[in-house]
């Protein structure tokens, strides 16, 4: 071997995008597992922070300004993905139609999302929200009548839909977000 010729190490391929579907009702520890997956490396992308900081301080919102806050949370994840990053997303995800327009965003990419769902016994939702004081995005208050009707209408994802994954909600610390 020639002493001149120095190895140049070749660069590690980088992973593939990660994304994770943080889903479940209002209550139900989203938040507090999608910042344990930031504090895994994750970038997160929560879709009540971003309408707080738009000034929307009530739930639910207007279905345009919604679908406004979607569009660029979406926006956000193919930047994001297309780094290489790992991101979770933070939302409801309370419909599978809901799950399956981030899915079909991100199927150009070649990426599978996995849903993280949070399974949390309605008493413990309910008593959640409850103690929430509206100082933030991630503690926006929910009247009651409005937590049945969401808790009523949350539709489970399945195995079916994708990659799921089911965490138990009850155990997370859900305290107020700063």
Known sequence: MN????PVPV??????????LVCGPAGAGKTTHARSL???GY?????????WRLGHRDHPLDPDVAAVVHADLQRRL???????DAVVVDTSFWSRDSRDVYRRVLAPEGVVPVVHYLATPRDVVLARLANRRHSS???VV????RALA????????????????VVDGSQSRNEPAT
């Open 3 to 6: 002493d001149s010729v120095v």
């Open 11 to 20: 660069p590690a391929e980088r992973p593939a995008p990660r994304v994770v």
């Open 38 to 40: 930031e504090a895994a």
């Open 43 to 51: 970038v997160r992308l929560s879709f009540d922070e971003e309408a």
């Open 78 to 84: 193919v930047e994001r993905v297309r780094a290489g």
């Open 137 to 139: 995005g991630n503690d």
């Open 142 to 145: 929910v009247p009651r009548e």
């Open 150 to 165: 969401y808790l009523d209408g949350f539709q489970v994802p399945t195995p079916e839909e994708g990659p799921l994954v």
